[in-house]
Nanobody, 114 residues
Framework: QVQLVQSGGGLVQPGGSLRLSCAASGFRFSTYGMDWYRQAPGKRRELVAYISGSGSNTNYADSVKGRFTISRDNAKDTVYLQMNNLKPEDTAVYYC???????WGQGTQVTVSS
């Protein structure tokens, strides 16, 4: 069955960096676009970044453009989210998701605080 297992996250100071990983199994990974979402307390879940199956196309929310980078390694069936220059407003639970159908990772907490 389809599984998305996340790792990474944690507590970081403002201006710091973190990398999230999402390891996929149960489907032909390279043929599916992948998303990263986040949900802050009391807020709706929002799309942060998207990457196409080949990795040739990416899109970002305006709030993270220039600071976050989505990438993928199709040999490892893994998608990444590199987050640089983190701000307190980036604090949220982050989720990876397969673009099609409702397959989500388990979520990982990112807290940006001094």
């Amino acid at each position: 069955q389809v599984q998305l297992v996340q790792s990474g996250g944690g507590l970081v100071q403002p201006g710091g960096s973190l990398r999230l990983s999402c390891a996929a199994s149960g489907f032909r990974f390279s043929t599916y676009g992948m998303d990263w979402y986040r949900q802050a307390p009391g807020k709706r879940r929002e799309l942060v970044a998207y990457i196409s199956g080949s990795g040739s196309n990416t899109n970002y929310a305006d709030s993270v453009k220039g600071r976050f980078t989505i990438s993928r390694d199709n040999a490892k069936d893994t998608v990444y989210l590199q987050m640089n220059n983190l701000k307190p407003e980036d604090t949220a639970v982050y989720y990876c998701k397969r673009r099609t159908r409702n397959y989500w990772g388990q979520g990982t907490q990112v807290t940006v605080s001094s």
